[in-house]
């Protein structure tokens, strides 16, 4: 299930954010939870719609704050805030939900 993914996804994004706050990376912690967040929300907000564009465009929400995310996890990859053996299968869960957000979206 996609929100399923979604939530489970927001959750490790949570505990990276965690691993932040230790380093005293408390905005970009803050950051990582709200776009991780914003994933199964937009996700939840959008199934509730009666209306098959207005679900659509929940979707695509979801899905740019998926990228957020991806965005914020290779820009702390290269500036050696995380390591890349630490965010590649973030990155590449991020890309299987992307996947799936887009057939779902296609499929309404």
Request: glycine share 2%; charged share 25%.
């Amino acid at each position: 299930m996609v929100w399923q993914d979604s939530k489970d996804l927001a959750i490790q994004f949570h505990r990276l954010a965690e691993k932040f706050e230790q380093k005293k990376y408390y905005r970009y912690a803050e950051q990582l939870r709200a776009a991780g967040l914003s994933v199964p929300n937009n996700i939840a907000e959008g199934s509730a719609s009666p209306h098959a564009a207005e679900f659509k465009q929940f979707l695509n929400i979801a899905r740019r704050s998926l990228f957020e995310s991806v965005s914020m996890l290779l820009v702390f990859e290269e500036t050696g805030i995380v390591a890349a053996q630490d965010i590649a299968s973030l990155v590449s869960n991020c890309d299987q939900l992307s996947r799936k957000l887009t057939n779902l979206s296609r499929s309404r």
